[in-house]
């Protein structure tokens, strides 16, 4: 009795790209991750470069045993492949979970992350000017109380530009009342959302892959109890 050789290099075949997507994952990571255009604010809440630097890993890691396990009909790779995955399945199932039922609480952490950097005024010029670059953009000014993070001096990135935005008088100019928190919360909520179809996509691959290797496992073991 011979092992299947379709399952074999389709198994071979959906490591190599499990191995490549890790490669991707990595690289793009790694350079978000030294790019000297992140944003010190976001940084602040949207920690996922460094989870998407070790998922990148554990991919390449994962998929070279896989690949070998394959070509080389070893079950000892195989079952470790397939336990990998499997961790990584219930990992993946327990984090879509915890997005979904934990916004409240994620709004709370972000609050908690921003109330670290207050009184603005006292922050380095580098995260101000980080700050000044997401009012702009978000139409907002401060981070959780509005203008009166900024202290006595509202910078000019606070101006109210966009009439059809919520608006307050200070030192008697308009500048948006809206605290910048709501902004990168609807930010993270968006992106969540893509995050989460990744995540359900990333899952049903990683069944497949454990369909396989099992099946491969399985024949290889019958194989050598047949020629014992």
């Known amino acids: 009795m011979a092992v299947n050789k379709c399952i074999k290099y389709l198994l071979f075949l959906f490591n190599l790209l499990f191995w490549i ?17 992140g944003n010190k604010i976001t940084n602040e809440v949207v920690p996922g470069i460094d989870l998407l630097i070790a998922i990148g890993v554990i991919i390449m890691v994962l998929g070279f045993l896989g690949c070998c396990g394959a070509i080389k009909e070893n079950r000892c790779l195989l079952l470790l492949f397939f336990i990998g995955l499997l961790v990584i399945f219930v990992l993946l199932l327990a984090a879509g979970i915890l997005g979904a039922v934990g916004e409240d609480k994620s709004k709370e952490w972000i609050k908690t992350r921003f109330e670290k950097l207050l009184p603005l005024r006292d922050q380095d010029a580098g995260v101000q000017t980080d700050l000044q670059k997401l009012e702009e953009e978000g139409k ?6 509005g203008p009166q993070d900024w202290g006595k001096t509202v910078p000019s990135s606070c101006n109210c530009k966009d ?4 608006c307050t008088l200070t030192d008697g100019r308009k500048v948006y009342s809206t605290p910048c928190i709501k902004f990168v919360t609807s930010f993270m909520e968006k992106h969540a959302v893509v995050a989460l179809a ?6 049903v691959l990683m069944l497949f892959g454990m369909a396989f290797a099992m099946t491969l496992y399985c024949q290889i073991g019958k194989v050598n109890a047949s020629s014992a």
């Open 163 to 166: 009439t059809a935005q919520n």
């Open 21 to 37: 997507s890790g490669c991707i994952i990595l690289g793009v990571s790694i350079y978000l991750k030294v790019s000297k255009d």
């Open 198 to 203: 990744i995540a359900f996509a990333v899952a």
């Open 140 to 145: 907002c000014c401060g981070l959780i109380n």
